[in-house]
């Protein structure tokens, strides 16, 4: 019998996907165990009351860490309280969501516990004992299929790649206060700036509207933009690394290698050549659709629907087709 | 200011990667060697911030084969002033890569340790905060720029839905991305000044591997996809497939 931990993340007191899907993650591996799911979570006074809804996802315990010091993320106050949960619990693997702040904190856990941690996985499993997983290696150009051997395993799952299942199911929430002190961080965040209220970001949204060179001039973004509009809140803009390196979008909304991968339900290529390192970036997405003007772009290749046009006709059109499709819904 | 920086040497980006006969491991036939774009990141950030202090010393290190020599040579031609190669096995066990750099650098005084965010090869995206933790220094990964003011570095990073700015103690490890600073070319000059430059090669220390690679595959071959059409008119039918046969809207 072994129990599975993960850690469920919060970002400005709320719990998001990244949460339900590495405790769903963690309530499959516990079951095939025979054991149960325990989640932790950390975060400022008050974060007791939303964390009680990981139950739902198969946590039978949570434990929440509250203090003023950790309603926002610092590695310096977040690292000891998870290491000191996972000392406790005799833990089989601890599950982590492959975000920012999961890459960032997962490996700093490993060292402290001296153990490995395979990142960004597409698949876990846990069998006879050992975890096994299945990770993208060379920007997704191929996957790799590793054994941990050690215990606890630690992972990291890469966002929108597994269902958060929900169960009729409640978990026992008990609080605790971490020993922090404040003056002695050597990490301070000093300013954070949120992006436009109500947008998503680029690696954790579910539609990714995405432009290339072909849209010939950063004033035209205004299409995309609209298109993003119209399919709806679960949206983002993302971009070709040309494009971002002509200085036309920022980093942030950069999709393939140097810049974020991304697997949504649908992805839109919209004057994007396709470049081997744009590629790797996308080609987990569900469904891709390509509109480009040259038959022969690769981004044909990995794409399940292709327009072969001038962008400036069709995408106004496809705006105008899917308003009116989400209106008689 | 004395900056070391850790580096990489993966496959070119644009390599098209094969499994090999074995299953687990690319058929390398072909395949062009490079410094992983990350840690040019890194090394142009120590080489601006050595020029800016007008003083100090960037010192590049590796673990590898003793290929990884070129890719020292590299960084040692855009600028660089010395370099370390650990010869040895790198395994996909980041953690025992980490505890080899680590044992480099215990005890070895510089104001900033600086590391690409990921190597272009495995992706884990991991070594550098387990540098940091085992070396007990701390550290800041995603940094797209910095700047430092006396006793303290004051990074710019970016978050899901946002950025930051986070200000970190001295010495530090900061894990770069991609940001302002395209990486240099090494001119005429650097390369042949490259030559001269030190590049010790010494045996790591061993750290087993506890990741088992138990094979390698390719990705999965998507469906070949279908052109709808030409043009807006391709558009309605375009629509309709991504409703009701993909489900995607």
Known sequence: MANILAFAEQREGQLGSA??????????????AGGAAHAIVLGGPGISSVAAGLGAYGATTISVGEHDALADYNPESWVAPIVDQIRSGDYAAVI???????????????????????SDVTEVELSGGTVSV???????????????????ALVSIRPNVFQATEQDAVGEVSTFTPDIDVSALRVRVIDRKSAAEGSVDVSEASVVVSGGR?????????????????????AALGASRAVVDAGWRPHGEQV?????????????????????QHLAGMRTAQTIVAINRDTDAPIFGVADYGIVGDLFDVVPRLTAEIGALKAGD | MNIIVCIKRVPDTEARIRVDGSGAGIDKTGIKYDLSPYDAFAVEAALRLKEAAGEGEVTLLTLGESSSQETLRKGLAMG??????LTGEVTLDGLATAKTLAAELEGVEADLFLLGIKAADDDQQQV???????????????????????????CHREVEGGSEVVEVDMPAVLCMTKGPNEPRLAALKGIMAAKKKPLEEKPATEHASRVRLASLSEPPARAPGRIVGEGADAVPELVRLLREEANAI
């Open chain 1, 96 to 118: 982590f969501a492959a975000t920012t702040l999961g890459k960032d904190l997962a490996p700093r856990v490993a060292a402290h516990l001296d153990v490995p941690l395979a």
């Open chain 1, 134 to 152: 299945t990770r993208p290696v060379f920007s997704g150009k191929a996957f790799a299929n590793l054994e941990i051997e050690a215990s606890p």
């Open chain 2, 128 to 154: 550098g905060p387990m540098v940091a933790a085992l070396t007990g220094r701390p550290c800041v990964s995603g940094v797209s720029s910095f700047e430092v003011n006396g006793s303290t570095a004051t």
């Open chain 2, 80 to 85: 660089a002033d010395r370099a370390v190669l």
């Open chain 1, 256 to 276: 393939g290698q140097t810049g974020k991968t991304v697997a949504p339900k649908l992805y839109i290529a919209v004057g994007i050549s396709g470049a081997v």
């Open chain 1, 19 to 32: 949460a339900r899907e590495a405790v769903s993650v963690a309530a499959r591996l516990a079951e095939a």
């Open chain 1, 214 to 234: 072909g849209m010939k001039d950063p004033e035209n973004w205004g299409l995309l933009e609209e298109l993003r509009e119209a399919l709806g809140s679960d």
